[in-house]
């Protein structure tokens, strides 16, 4: 048993863009070492397919069942990487131990309504990166990242107007 991409898995890129119609997918089947031990949390975290939807979004379907389908503006508006975050966080240090909760306003990253990844990488066996046609590579998006920032529903609760 070994815990591990398989060697091609490891060379490849998710999707190198060569046309826009690209639908890779990977399919994650690891096993842990017998003497490995994972929390569920981290289980619940692991994704077991990545898929490219076209030039529309990105999905993960995640190993606890749950489908999470990212739309490519909102990852870019989204990206992790320090620079989008002051960003989105108006300048503010996002990166001190009084850093502001909350993602954010994603509107203030300005991208392209357009904007699609050339390029998707795993890394490692913790994240994937993008790259961006307008030029944007630096974030990182840890499969933690992005299972908290799931858009579907069930994952963002409505907004109260009685909060506001």
């Known amino acids: 048993m070994s815990?591990?991409?398989s060697e091609p898995e490891r060379?490849?890129?998710?999707?190198?863009?060569?046309?826009?119609?690209?639908?890779?997918?990977?399919?994650?089947?690891?096993?842990?070492?017998?003497?490995?031990s994972?929390?569920?949390?981290?289980?619940?975290?692991?994704?077991?397919?990545?898929?490219?939807?076209g030039d529309t979004g990105f999905?993960?379907?995640?190993?606890?069942?749950?489908?999470?389908?990212y739309p490519f503006l909102y990852l870019r508006?989204?990206?992790?990487?320090?620079?989008?975050?002051?960003i989105r966080?108006?300048?503010r240090d996002?990166?001190?131990?009084?850093?502001?909760?909350?993602d954010g306003d994603s509107s203030l990253v300005d991208v392209p309504e357009n904007v699609l990844?050339?390029?998707?990488?795993?890394?490692?066996?913790?994240?994937?990166?993008?790259k961006w046609s307008d030029g944007h590579s630096t974030g990182i998006y840890s499969f933690e990242t992005l299972k908290e920032m799931c858009p579907c529903p069930e994952c963002t609760p409505p907004i109260d107007k009685n909060e506001v």
């Open 3 to 5: 815990w591990g991409f």
């Open 11 to 36: 060379k490849r890129s998710l999707c190198q863009m060569q046309d826009s119609k690209c639908n890779t997918d990977v399919h994650f089947s690891h096993q842990l070492h017998p003497t490995t």
């Open 38 to 53: 994972m929390s569920l949390s981290t289980q619940q975290n692991q994704p077991k397919t990545l898929k490219r939807l």
């Open 59 to 69: 999905l993960v379907v995640w190993k606890d069942g749950h489908e999470s389908e």
């Open 77 to 86: 508006r989204m990206c992790p990487c320090a620079e989008c975050s002051v």
């Open 89 to 91: 966080h108006k300048g």
């Open 94 to 102: 996002v990166h001190s131990l009084f850093a502001p909760d909350g």
């Open 117 to 130: 990844p050339l390029d998707i990488q795993l890394v490692g066996r913790y994240a994937v990166q993008f």
